[in-house]
């Protein structure tokens, strides 16, 4: 057994998230650690909502709200929808948390006295109309090294170069447009140059040993070739405060947050759930664990190059050295894991023009598995995909419904209507044990594929499995053996039958949970073997609201320790089966129209 770390991008909280979020995020993460899970290893998959930064304060002055009453809005809905999604969280949180606070503080000040944090006097961007900071992300303008249009004030997402604002061409606020003015102003940055000989070192040493995927690696090279110190504090006054400038308006960078949030979160599970406080050590500060960062290409660099940095100062392993805190020695990621873009018809996704669609709406008229589906065999593994409304439909009602689900439906009728339990199996001819060996093997083989985060190919991959099932249905014919004296052949070609489908409804659990619950159900189960996340109100471990009152807040959590272990389990003879109803529901073709006008609607808003 081996501790996993699934640690889970930060979806940001200002808004409802879309579904080119959870494609790049949510999914993949929540297949792997469902299959790690299920080969015996202890998974502790973390993650929350980000909660603090300009972001913030401007949807909330938008909105009429403080930020943190935005934040809480957005926190209960963003929860709502990545459990509906069924994403098997041990603790999704959030970064307002005190316990947060107070792991972010502590491993700020030792990064600072190991030598890492240095103040510098920098050129900030204010917006003229309010005065407010224009974080980095805020603003955009020509990139000043390939010339691409769009580049932000922290990257280049067309060349990879880090950049700052004042490196722009032609620099505008996302916001209103405006020219921001740059002002000098003091900050903190992080001295990313006396750590990039470790950063190398340890990149160097993920090429070699690990399966990183190519755009990962070469996106973290690139940035090495022109690192510099950067800002790690922020003018605003909504967010942590920094130690030994509590008294100033300033606060920690949002990024340099959000990222320790991964640790922090580890902390909050092991005080809520942990047989011991210190449990999350078994992750974070045991050499033999291994860790695993899902998120999309954008979010690459504060994964790959400052969250590592950041540990890196830490654990004091820059250039002049240091010793670690309380929080011990701190494991680096193993494997970066980015997905690329998800689009929308052809376009970029982008809430504020109306090209998006969010997952609560997604899944208030269609199926969960339905959209978990489309995004394992469709979505954006290792390079940019498309969502469609018609290639959505189409692959609904032709894998999903006519192949997986009409295997699984005739498999149960034939069962439930001559047997009504699973019948004994006798003698086995060669097709049929050519069919249960071929399945049987599926497991290695798509349990490698999701390991090594080619989810696509493991999908396909059953896919190609029920493919083979469904002919063994159409040769061996078993609704044309109605005499008596085939009903031992009968028996045996249905025992095979619900054996392939328990089987296949094993691999399909990861991606596919709560179908996957629905249909052992139907073969006679409990329809438990993919167990589901829920919602818990909880209180603040650490700090109460202004006038006293306990500070609550949801979490997603969940006991996943008794899923099924990876492996053919035999069906047990003499299991009743009922006659069953369908499990996935068939999409009209009208609904791409519909979609289309409910599309055209928001574009005109």
Same mark, same amino acid.
């Given at each position: 057994?081996?501790?996993?770390?699934?640690?889970?991008?930060?979806?940001?909280?200002?808004?409802?998230?879309?579904?080119?979020?959870?494609?790049?995020?949510? &999914?993949?993460?929540?297949?792997?650690?469902?299959? +790690?899970? +299920?080969?015996?290893?202890?998974?502790?998959?973390?993650?929350?909502? #980000?909660?603090?930064?300009?972001?913030?304060?401007?949807?909330?002055?938008?909105?009429?709200?403080?930020?943190?009453?935005?934040?809480?809005?957005?926190?209960?809905?963003?929860?709502?929808?990545?459990?509906?999604?069924?994403?098997?969280?041990?603790?999704?949180?959030?970064?307002?948390?005190?316990?947060?606070?107070?792991?972010?503080?502590?491993?700020?000040?030792?990064?600072?006295?190991?030598?890492? +944090?240095?103040?510098?006097?920098?050129?900030?961007?204010?917006?003229?109309?309010?005065?407010?900071?224009?974080?980095?992300?805020?603003?955009?303008?020509?990139?000043?090294?390939?010339?691409?249009?769009?580049?932000?004030?922290?990257?280049?997402?067309?060349?990879?170069?880090?950049?700052?604002?004042?490196?722009? &061409?032609?620099?505008? !606020?996302?916001?209103?447009?405006?020219?921001?003015?740059?002002?000098?102003?003091?900050?903190?940055?992080?001295?990313?140059?006396?750590?990039?000989?470790?950063?190398?070192?340890?990149?160097? #040493?993920?090429?070699?040993?690990g399966n990183w995927r190519p755009n990962v690696i070469k996106f973290s090279k690139n940035f090495l070739k022109d690192i510099k110190p950067r800002a790690m504090t922020r003018d605003i006054d909504w967010g942590i405060p920094i130690p030994g400038w509590e008294d100033q308006p300033k606060r920690l960078y949002v990024w340099f947050d959000a990222v320790i949030g991964y640790l922090s979160a580890s902390i909050e599970w092991a005080r809520r759930f942990g047989?011991?406080?210190?449990?999350?050590?078994?992750?974070?500060?045991?050499?033999?664990?291994? !860790?695993?960062?899902?998120?999309?290409?954008?979010?690459?660099?504060?994964?790959?190059?400052?969250?590592?940095?950041?540990?890196?100062?830490?654990?004091?392993?820059? #250039?002049?050295?240091?010793?670690?805190?309380?929080?011990?020695?701190?494991?680096?990621?193993?494997?970066?894991?980015?997905? *690329?873009?998800?689009? +929308?018809?052809?376009?970029?996704?982008? !809430?504020?023009?109306?090209?998006?669609?969010?997952?609560?709406?997604?899944?208030?008229?269609?199926?969960?598995?339905?959209?978990?589906?489309?995004?394992?065999?469709?979505?954006? *593994?290792?390079?940019?995909?498309?969502?469609?409304?018609?290639?959505?439909?189409?692959?609904?009602?032709?894998?999903?419904?006519?192949?997986?689900?009409?295997?699984?439906?005739?498999?149960?009728?034939?069962?439930?209507?001559?047997?009504?339990?699973?019948?004994?199996?006798?003698?086995?001819?060669?097709?049929?044990?050519?069919?249960?060996?071929?399945?049987?093997?599926?497991?290695?083989?798509?349990?490698?594929?999701?390991?090594?985060?080619?989810?696509?190919?493991?999908?396909?991959?059953?896919?190609?499995?029920?493919?083979?099932?469904?002919?063994?249905?159409?040769?061996?014919?078993?609704?044309?053996?109605?005499?008596?004296?085939?009903?031992?052949?009968?028996?045996?070609?249905?025992?095979?039958?619900?054996?392939?489908?328990?089987?296949?409804?094993?691999?399909?659990?990861?991606?596919?949970?709560?179908?996957?619950?629905?249909?052992?159900?139907?073969?006679?189960?409990?329809?438990?073997?993919?167990?589901?996340?829920?919602?818990?109100?909880?209180? #603040?471990?650490?700090?109460k609201n202004e006038d006293g009152s306990d500070r609550t807040y949801p979490i997603i959590t969940g006991d996943y320790r008794n899923a099924p272990t990876w492996e053919r389990h035999p069906v047990r003879v003499g299991q009743a089966v009922a006659k069953p109803a369908p499990v996935f529901q068939k999409l009209d073709e009208s609904v791409v129209a519909e979609e289309y006008e409910r599309y055209a609607n928001l574009l005109q808003k």
């Open positions: 057994m081996t501790h996993i770390l699934s640690a889970v991008a930060w979806p940001y909280a200002n808004g409802p998230r879309h579904i080119g979020h959870v494609a790049g995020f949510g &999914i993949p993460s929540d297949v792997f650690s469902r299959y +790690m899970r +299920m080969r015996g290893h202890d998974v502790l998959m973390v993650s929350g909502t #980000d909660e603090h930064g300009t972001p913030i304060l401007v949807a909330a002055e938008a909105a009429g709200l403080t930020p943190r009453e935005l934040a809480n809005r957005n926190n209960r809905a963003i929860v709502e929808d990545l459990c509906q999604l069924g994403l098997s969280y041990d603790l999704f949180t959030r970064t307002t948390t005190g316990n947060h606070y107070d792991t972010v503080r502590a491993m700020f000040k030792v990064v600072r006295d190991n030598g890492y +944090m240095k103040v510098q006097t920098t050129r900030g961007a204010i917006s003229p109309s309010t005065g407010r900071t224009l974080p980095d992300r805020y603003i955009e303008g020509t990139c000043p090294i390939c010339g691409a249009e769009g580049a932000r004030g922290d990257q280049c997402d067309a060349c990879g170069n880090q950049l700052d604002p004042t490196d722009l &061409i032609r620099p505008r !606020s996302k916001i209103n447009g405006e020219t921001p003015e740059f002002v000098e102003t003091d900050h903190y940055f992080l001295d990313l140059p006396a750590l990039a000989r470790a950063l190398n070192e340890w990149l160097d #040493d993920r090429e070699k040993n047989q011991s406080p210190e449990d999350w050590r078994q992750w974070w500060n045991d050499p033999e664990s291994l !860790s695993y960062y899902f998120m999309g290409k954008d979010n690459i660099v504060f994964h790959s190059q400052i969250w590592p940095a950041e540990m890196l100062g830490y654990n004091g392993r820059g #250039d002049f050295g240091g010793k670690p805190g309380d929080l011990g020695v701190l494991n680096l990621p193993t494997e970066v894991v980015s997905s *690329e873009f998800l689009t +929308m018809e052809g376009k970029k996704f982008a !809430s504020s023009r109306g090209i998006v669609i969010y997952v609560r709406d997604m899944l208030s008229r269609y199926q969960v598995d339905a959209l978990r589906y489309f995004i394992s065999a469709a979505g954006p *593994e290792n390079q940019d995909s498309d969502f469609t409304w018609s290639e959505f439909v189409r692959r609904t009602n032709s894998e999903l419904v006519a192949a997986w689900g009409n295997l699984v439906n005739r498999t149960a009728s034939m069962i439930a209507k001559k047997f009504g339990e699973i019948p004994p199996a006798g003698d086995f001819t060669a097709e049929d044990q050519a069919l249960l060996d071929a399945v049987n093997a599926g497991f290695e083989t798509v349990g490698d594929l999701i390991e090594s985060h080619h989810q696509k190919a493991a999908l396909a991959e059953i896919m190609r499995l029920v493919g083979e099932a469904n002919r063994y249905v159409t040769t061996t014919e078993p609704f044309k053996l109605k005499d008596e004296s085939q009903r031992d052949r009968l028996g045996t070609i249905l025992h095979v039958l619900a054996q392939v489908v328990t089987d296949l409804n094993l691999m399909m659990s990861p991606f596919l949970p709560t179908s996957s619950n629905a249909i052992d159900k139907v073969l006679g189960g409990a329809g438990d073997v993919a167990p589901l996340p829920r919602i818990e109100e909880v209180v #603040d471990l650490d700090v």
